[in-house]
């Protein structure tokens, strides 16, 4: 049976928590699908690091920040970019993500978010001017892309629950050849970021499971669920 991780502190009272939890299910249920998942409390990942996560056939980067350790959640992240697990994160796991990438393939050692480190000169993640918790939007999704894949269409429309993203002052320095851009709203703000090359790794700023159901589980959480199972 494979494992999946899910990175962060569990809170029993957080809708996009239950969500996840229930997301899984509607896959393994429905699908048929064999693997079991565990939540990993990030300052554990802190300490214990590769012993901890090698055991995980995926890794999904959830929501709830701040966490106790965002170096934890970041460990975790470059774990799987770096070995080719595949690699989901929602809400605050796109955000880590961003900051996961800044740090160690550009070269921004100091990348920070907001919520640990207001101070920073290089605050990759910011505050939102208009928070996108509690909102519905439409997403257009790049053609080809591993995200439209997923969906098999070229536009969808996501629940937020995020108060954080992309600093605009940053924008243009994630642009890198191994990141794909492959979802934006419509007035063309990040939502979705992939690597082409890594077997599965997707990072959403919305919540895509909490539009999931036992007799339609949400087409991402089935890929990646999929793509970490598949010998």
Request: proline letters at 5%; one cysteine or more; aromatic letters at 10%.
């Amino acid at each position: 049976m494979k494992h999946l991780g899910i990175i962060g502190e569990y809170y029993p009272d957080f809708k996009p928590h239950i969500a996840l939890n229930e997301a899984l299910e509607h896959v393994r249920d429905r699908a048929g699908l064999d693997f079991d998942y565990e939540w990993i409390e990030t300052e554990r990942i802190k300490k214990e690091s590769e012993e901890l996560l090698k055991k995980f056939a995926g890794i999904w980067s959830a929501p709830g920040s701040p966490f106790k350790s965002l170096d934890g959640a970041i460990k975790a992240i470059k774990f799987a970019r770096v070995n080719n697990i595949p690699h989901l994160g929602t809400c605050a796991g796109f955000q880590h993500t961003v900051v996961e990438f800044a740090r160690n393939v550009l070269g921004f050692t100091n990348a920070q978010h907001e919520e640990y480190g207001p101070t920073s000169s290089q605050l990759f993640i910011n505050r939102l001017a208009c928070s996108l918790a509690g909102l519905r939007m439409k997403v257009r999704l790049q053609s080809g892309s591993l995200a439209a894949r997923c969906y098999g269409a070229n536009e969808t429309e996501e629940n937020y629950y995020c108060n954080f993203g992309i600093n605009p002052e940053f924008k243009g320095n994630i642009m890198h050849p191994d990141l794909l851009v492959s979802g934006v709203d419509s007035d063309g703000e990040i939502r979705i970021i992939e690597i082409s090359k890594n077997k599965f790794f997707l990072a959403t700023l919305f919540v895509p499971q909490v539009n999931s159901t036992p007799d339609l589980p949400h087409p991402i959480i089935k890929s990646f669920v999929q793509a970490s199972i598949k010998k």
